[in-house]
């Protein structure tokens, strides 16, 4: 059954503490992104992948760090340098280019809280 | 950057009325405009999207409009069923094939 495995589904962090969402993919697409979800302010993209060992920065970009090892997987990582990390954080993947080949696939996402 | 806006926040409507939500952008580079539907705790999923050189699009209830002159872009459901109550959002292409989504519209629709 292909598609987008997030883990975990929920998440509890102490303030300081780093902390690593996973995103898995067995739809062999070429492209991954991050989102962050907050209630009134939509999808806002943190990080994305379009090859192997390559990422960009996406518009909130800061407080978080990707790594692009294999083509099935982008794991995110919350640093305690975030300053406000509680979120629902959603991952997505595309066949290529977004313009090309259009639809974006989610995961089903992490919720992340702070104490 | 491109910047999305998404218009109403909520939206509520009678079974079988019709329902509009409107989104206005900003570059007038962007040429690919999905829309998303969001139910309660699932995932979003792309439903109908447009590319710049179509005016309007339908499939079965569900069609979209684009104005480029204006640069905004409309989603339109006619006979609305409870099963259209979710939260859906608009978005638009930057240059660097990045999607910019708009804040998002709650519907409910009402038996």
């Known amino acids: 059954d292909g598609g987008i495995t997030q883990s975990p589904k929920y998440l509890f962090r102490k303030e300081g503490q780093n902390v690593t969402l996973s995103c898995e993919q067995n739809?062999?697409?070429?492209?991954m992104y991050w989102y962050r979800q907050d209630p009134g302010q939509g999808l806002r993209l943190i990080y994305y992948?379009?090859?192997?060992?390559?990422?960009q920065k996406g518009d909130i970009a800061e407080g978080y760090s990707v790594s692009r090892e294999k083509k099935e997987s982008f794991p995110l990582t919350v640093t305690s340098a975030q300053k406000n990390p509680t979120a629902f954080y959603l991952c997505?993947?595309?066949?290529?280019?977004?313009?090309?080949?259009?639809?974006?696939?989610f995961g089903e996402g992490s919720r992340l809280t702070v104490l | 950057g491109e910047n999305v806006e998404q218009h109403p926040s909520t939206l509520s409507v009678q079974e079988g009325d019709s329902a509009v939500i409107k989104c206005t952008y900003s570059?007038?580079?962007?040429?690919?405009f999905p829309w998303y539907k969001q139910e309660l705790g699932k995932r979003p999923q792309l439903i109908i999207d447009?590319?710049?050189?179509?005016g309007e699009k339908k499939d079965q209830r569900i069609a979209v409009t684009l104005n480029k002159t204006a640069k905004h872009f409309s989603l339109h459901i006619t006979e609305t069923q409870p099963e259209d109550s979710a939260v859906y959002f608009c978005?638009?292409?930057?240059?660097?094939?990045?999607?910019?989504f708009g804040t998002g519209t709650r519907l409910l629709v009402s038996p």
């Open positions: 570059d007038s580079a962007s040429n690919y």
């Open positions: 739809l062999n697409h070429d492209a």
């Open positions: 992948s379009q090859i192997v060992n390559d990422f």
């Open positions: 997505a993947s595309s066949i290529g280019g977004l313009v090309d080949t259009g639809e974006l696939f």
């Open positions: 447009i590319r710049s050189n179509v």
């Open positions: 978005a638009a292409i930057t240059g660097f094939q990045k999607l910019v």
